[in-house]
């Protein structure tokens, strides 16, 4: 066994897929033995841990970026990692829908922001949004998955607000700061495990 298959086969054991999974941009990187492959498994690896954050939060954190990337090997990772750290099943709802309502305000206040149209601000946005109001897993916590699904979907308005929101919640930026990295790393690993 080469040294690349050995690197592919720990890291679907640890997103818990068997080690003939292959997608097509895994099989172009193993038929190159891209040293990008071990990169990604340490990547990957290290969104199971935080100082910041707990397991729980981590998880999900995990299940509302995959869901936002429509990763299904993702989201059941991340679900059950989160299920493991005593997620509850509301708990783990509120995550998916947080990534639903999100994929909505991100085009919805990207749209205002890229226009920079004093009358679209005017208009009502006529989008429900009482999850936010009341959220199970906290209104901080809340408040940094959006802040993760907004990073992700690029919306500059909304990670704003979103920021400035977990500063008045009494957030420490690292927390933020690594919920975004762990974000980060779980859409580049998306872009090779689908």
């Known amino acids: 066994m080469s040294e690349t298959t050995e690197v592919i086969d720990e890291l679907l054991k640890t997103i818990q897929l068997d080690t003939t999974y292959r997608t097509p941009a895994l099989d172009l990187l193993e038929k190159a033995d891209s040293r990008y492959l071990r990169d990604l498994k340490v990547n990957f690896t290290s969104t199971l841990e935080s100082e910041y954050l707990s397991a729980k939060e981590i998880g999900l954190i995990g299940i509302s970026i995959s869901v936002n990337n429509n990763n299904k090997p993702l989201t059941d990772f991340y679900t059950a990692f989160a299920e493991k750290n005593e997620a509850t ?3 783990i709802a ?3 829908s947080c990534a639903s309502l999100l994929a909505s305000n ?3 206040y990207r749209f205002r922001h890229f ?4 009358k679209y601000t005017q208009i009502p946005a006529r989008i429900r949004m009482q999850i936010m109001m009341k959220p199970i897993t906290g209104k ?3 408040e940094l998955m959006s802040l ?3 990073a992700v979907n690029g ?3 909304c990670v704003n607000s979103h920021e400035d ?3 008045k919640l009494g957030a420490k930026e690292e927390r933020v700061f690594d919920a975004v990295r762990i974000a980060s790393l779980i859409t580049a690993t998306g872009k090779i495990i689908y």
């Open 165 to 167: 929101s977990l500063m």
């Open 89 to 91: 099943e509301a708990e």
């Open 106 to 108: 991100n085009v919805f």
């Open 94 to 96: 509120e995550a998916v």
């Open 140 to 142: 901080e916590f809340f």
């Open 155 to 157: 919306c500059e308005m």
């Open 148 to 150: 993760a699904v907004s």
């Open 115 to 118: 226009t920079q149209k004093e």
